[in-house]
């Protein structure tokens, strides 16, 4: 079904990654791209469950717009573990502006297409979602 803002679909893929990530916990992060060419978003990298947070923030590119998952493991002041999903928009300043806007127009349908998502983030560069904000926002 394509997005009416953007004229893009969603691949099942992602959907399917996604649920897995949620209720079986097979990966730790998805990061999602844009395919212009075939004008859908597609899966461009999944991260094990074994992979830090740093391996997450590694993986997005310096000058592209992506969309991503990663679920957040932490223990509260009541030590209690919990888990929470962030969707996080990446979209560099060096991202060119085409890619922003295809990115800002598509993220709120796409974000509904993932049911399950707790807290969002955007971010224009790496110190906007480092890992102390993510800590600050899981709470």
Request: aromatic letters at 12%.
């Amino acid at each position: 079904m394509a997005n009416s803002a953007s004229g893009l679909a969603v691949n099942d893929e992602c959907k399917l990654r996604f649920l897995e990530l949620k209720t079986k916990r097979n990966y730790r992060f998805i990061v999602f791209k844009i395919d212009e060419k075939a004008m859908q978003i597609k899966v461009d990298r999944l991260g094990q469950p074994e992979e830090s947070y740093n391996d997450f923030t590694g993986s997005l590119p310096a000058d592209e717009c992506r969309y991503a998952v990663y679920d957040f493991d932490f223990v509260t002041d009541e030590n209690c573990q919990k888990s929470k999903i962030f969707f996080i928009a990446w979209s560099p300043d060096t991202s060119k502006v085409r890619s922003k806007m295809l990115y800002a127009s598509s993220k709120d349908r796409f974000k509904r297409e993932l049911d399950g998502i707790q807290v969002e983030l955007q971010a224009t560069d790496p110190s906007e979602i480092s890992l102390d904000i993510v800590k600050g926002r899981a709470f």
